[in-house]
Nanobody
Framework: VQLVESGGGLVQPGGSLRLSCAAS????????MGWFRQAPGKQRELVAT???????NYGASVKGRFTISRGNAENTVFLQMNSLRPEDTAVYYC?????????WGQGTQVTVSS
């Protein structure tokens, strides 16, 4: 399974960005897919994931500001990020779990700065 992210970049505090991730390869209908992030000197942390059932799971620091959604196909997820803060600056990694295995994208940089 290969994961390709897009949509990162530089945004001012209070702004918005939308990340996309598309999976290719052997795709199963039962899965969990979403985003983690890692800032310099910090551990990788959960941003948001969504299961094949459509049930989302959010990290505490992004609840109420970020929204995860799926595309019509089972291989795409989106992350709408609103009210961005400087502390949201990190590399955002797409993640997919299926059939007992975890897969990661290469990451996309999100920088929140004035």
């Amino acid at each position: 399974v290969q994961l390709v992210e897009s949509g990162g970049g530089l945004v001012q505090p209070g702004g918005s960005l939308r990340l996309s991730c598309a999976a290719s390869g052997t795709i199963y209908s039962i899965f969990d897919m979403g985003w983690f992030r890692q800032a310099p000197g910090k551990q990788r942390e959960l941003v948001a994931t969504i299961a094949n059932t459509g049930i989302p799971n959010y990290g505490a620091s992004v609840k109420g500001r970020f929204t995860i959604s799926r595309g019509n196909a089972e291989n795409t997820v989106f992350l709408q990020m609103n009210s961005l803060r400087p502390e949201d600056t990190a590399v955002y990694y797409c993640y997919r779990s299926q059939s007992g295995r975890d897969y990661w994208g290469q990451g996309t940089q999100v920088t929140v700065s004035s």
